[in-house]
T-cell receptor, first 111, second 114 residues
């Protein structure tokens, strides 16, 4: 039982490049979300989804796109990377009691 | 809007000493409260949660927290810490089970010294 799987674990981009962070879950949870973690700022919600075909913005959505075509997958897209998007990104699903289950994170550096 | 404040960015403590990590929140409605722990280069894992009922909540690894509605606090405690408790701890709040947004505090780094 893998839980929440994120790929890649590490990525270096140049300003203006695009990329997609992948997130897959095998827990059959309807809710999935993306957070970014920056020093001294905790985790901030980027986008979330309450089921296939439904997405919504979190606290810091600018510069990021998401889609949810299946229950299992919730990719996060950066269309034109900026240095301010250098961060560690976490995907998480939510269980019935509100607990979040996190992936191991994807460390992104934008030069 | 709900928010979470963790006043201490770092708490140094000697091994086997007690520790308290503070968390205050602001919300106008009933809340669910959580503490998560993050070990170096790992994701977050749940320590404990308060949904309803008893205000004293016990979690894994000997940690406990007390929900205080009048003071809007949810402080985390452990009577005797170990070196292995060195990690970053995050308090988080959601506005009941109808909210899909879990808001995190900025984190407290617990540094346990021998």
């Amino acid at each position: 039982n893998a839980g929440v799987t994120q790929t890649p674990k590490f990525q270096v981009l140049k300003t203006g490049q695009s990329m997609t962070l992948q997130c897959a879950q095998d827990m059959n949870h309807e809710y999935m979300s993306w957070y970014r973690q920056d020093p001294g700022m905790g985790l901030r919600l980027i986008h979330y989804s309450v089921g296939a075909g439904i997405t919504d913005q979190g606290e810091v959505p600018n510069g990021y796109n998401v889609s949810r075509s299946t229950t299992e997958d919730f990719p996060l897209r950066l269309l034109s990377a900026a240095p301010s998007q250098t961060s560690v990104y976490f995907c998480a699903t939510k269980g019935n009691t509100g607990e979040l289950f996190f992936g191991e994170g994807s460390r992104l550096t934008v030069l | 809007a709900q928010s979470v404040t963790q006043l201490d960015s770092q708490v140094p403590v000697f091994e086997e000493a007690p520790v308290e990590l503070r968390c205050n929140y602001s919300s106008s409605v009933s809340v669910y409260l959580f503490w998560y722990v993050q070990y170096p280069n790992q994701g977050l894992q749940l320590l404990l949660k308060y949904l309803s009922g008893s205000t004293l909540v016990k979690g894994i690894n000997g940690f406990e927290a007390e929900f205080n509605k009048s003071q809007t606090s949810f402080h985390l405690r452990k009577p005797s810490v170990h070196i292995s408790d060195t990690a970053e701890y995050f308090c988080a709040v959601s506005e009941g089970d109808s909210s899909y947004k879990l808001i995190f505090g900025s984190g407290t780094r617990l540094l346990v010294r021998p």
